[in-house]
């Protein structure tokens, strides 16, 4: 597989990742006032504090995938370690089994993570083998 469709791969996994986490949020914003409709707002704070959450964590995934792919397209990793850092930092605020949307965007936030890092990992793979 070549860099350039490592990189469209990991572009396309880090959009799709990011708004999945936002329609998590979104999802959860929808729970959120339905439950301070129906009178119970300690679950509608939970809720909206979650959905925030979401929207950040998505927003962040799409800002770092854009990058990614235009302005540091020739720093895979930086965008790689972004990538998986907001994955981990997505699982552990959302959990496993709260909201099913952000989990599997989280997923495919960390795919995108590690395509771009295959590129570099396949660098410093080359140079300890040759300075061996």
Do not use: C
Request: net charge neutral; proline share 2%; glycine share 14%.
């Amino acid at each position: 597989m070549s860099n350039w469709t490592e990189q469209r791969l990991g572009y396309g996994f880090g959009l799709l990742g990011g708004a999945l986490i936002a329609l998590g949020g979104l999802v959860s914003l929808l729970v959120g006032t339905a439950d301070l409709i129906l009178g119970r707002p300690a679950g509608a704070l939970g809720a909206v504090t979650d959905a925030v959450i979401l929207f950040v964590v998505g927003g962040l995934a799409l800002f770092f995938a854009w990058l990614a792919r235009h302005e540091w397209s020739s720093r895979p990793l930086a965008s790689g370690v972004m990538l998986v850092v907001l994955a981990f930092v997505g699982w552990a605020l959302v959990g496993f089994g709260e909201s099913l949307l952000a989990l599997i965007g989280a997923l495919f936030v960390l795919l995108a993570g590690v395509l771009f890092l295959l590129e570099p990992a396949k660098r410093a793979a080359t140079t300890i083998v040759s300075s061996s």
